[in-house]
């Protein structure tokens, strides 16, 4: 049977904030929360997060959430700056620009990787990353059409393709599945084909190199036991594994005990990092630290509700401006490079 996701949150359980080496490569998945500009954009659904919107978004609004993003991208890397960041809903190219340039970012020199979706929102995945620790080789965006709903629009996958230091080549995946909105049951097939349709892009690029590191990441909108995960990725929750090719998410073993996201005052884990055995059996020259992911749960991303109850700092609760960070927190993996 499986166990209730908690409703109390003590912050700090998981993340560890010691010393990086040289030899450590550290990778984030961060679901920011509507990152949008305060301009309006004629071809997407974003009049809510406009001045004089439903959520009367400001450009004070918009420059504090840019500082606060920044801050904790800073804070994730400790010792140093993260080499590798994957973002979740933003607008566009100039809400990254925005943070990459106009903020404490700026001295880290991020470059940035971005296309716009077909998301209905006009909400996007991205990445940006550190040249001097990541010699970007290619990316790729694919969108998703849904055979059994060919109207609908969702997020693209974006695959980054890059060398790390050690000259071992990656391959990131950074994914915003569909949500729940509308029904957890009738929206369960799209979350299904999504995965599937990662899967055979994961194997795709196996089969042309075996040797290839692959890290999946991403707002996945279900946890590590969904059918999603489990039948249309085919992950592994197995510890033991041994097998180089297969996935395994290394966010199973923390489920029943803290999560990235509350709903109706329930934790669960929906962002995910999922990676091949080669990586994480330790069998080639890049390996995962201490086989684990982590939940940067730190105490300024953490409100307590009005019953007790913890949730992320977020920067709306419904239609009211709280003026928090995000709904998720972020989660880190170091890779260990020889």
Same mark, same amino acid.
């Given at each position: ?23 450590? #490569? ?20 974003? +009049? +809510? ?12 609004? &918009? ?26 809903? *933003? +607008?566009?190219?100039? *809400?990254?620009?925005?943070? *990459? ?27 940006? /990353? ?10 790729? /965006? /694919? ?11 969702? $997020? ?29 049951? %009738? ?5 299904? #084909? ?28 279900? +946890? ?9 990725? %085919? ?15 290394? !966010?199973? %073993? !923390?489920? &029943? ?17 999922? *990676?091949?055995? $080669? ?33 992320? #700092?977020?920067? /709306?609760?419904?239609?009211? &401006? ?17």
């Amino acid at each position: 049977m499986k166990a209730q996701s908690v409703k109390f949150y003590a912050a700090s359980e998981s993340f560890n904030a010691e010393k990086r080496g040289d030899d450590r #490569f550290r990778i984030v998945f961060y679901n920011v929360e509507n990152l949008f500009d305060y301009f309006n954009d004629s071809t997407t659904l974003d +009049e +809510e997060f406009l001045p004089r919107g439903g959520r009367f978004w400001t450009k004070e609004r &918009y420059l504090k959430k840019q500082a606060d993003l920044a801050k904790t991208l800073i804070a994730i890397g400790g010792w140093e700056p993260p080499a590798l960041i994957g973002l979740g809903e *933003v +607008e566009n190219r100039y *809400v990254l620009n925005s943070l *990459v340039g106009f903020t404490a970012l700026k001295p880290i020199g991020y470059e940035i990787i971005h296309q716009d979706s077909e998301d209905r929102r006009g909400i996007d995945v991205a990445a940006i /990353y550190r040249p001097d620790k990541f010699k970007l080789i290619d990316y790729q /965006y /694919y969108q998703i059409r849904f055979p059994f709903d060919e109207s609908s629009r969702t $997020r693209d996958i974006l695959h980054v393709v890059g060398e790390l230091p050690n000259r071992d080549t990656l391959h990131y995946f950074v994914n915003h599945w569909p949500s729940k909105f509308g029904g957890e049951f %009738e929206t369960k097939p799209k979350r299904l #084909f999504t995965a599937q349709f990662l899967k055979h892009k994961v194997d795709s690029t196996l089969n042309l190199n075996p040797n290839h590191l692959i890290v999946i990441t991403g707002d996945f909108n279900d +946890e590590p036991d969904a059918e999603s995960l489990l039948n249309g990725l %085919e992950t592994s929750l197995d510890p033991a594994t041994k097998d180089p090719n297969t996935l395994y998410n290394l !966010m199973y %073993e !923390m489920m &029943y005990l803290i999560g990235t996201h509350s709903f109706e005052n329930k934790w669960s884990i929906i962002d995910h990092f999922v *990676v091949n055995g $080669r990586l994480k059996n330790g069998n080639s020259t890049t390996r995962i630290f201490r086989n684990s992911a982590q939940i940067f749960d730190m105490p300024f991303l953490i409100m307590e509700g009005a019953t007790g109850t913890t949730r992320p #700092f977020r920067t /709306y609760q419904g239609p009211k &401006y709280v003026g928090g960070f995000s709904d998720h927190l972020p989660i880190l993996l170091d890779l260990v490079l020889k």
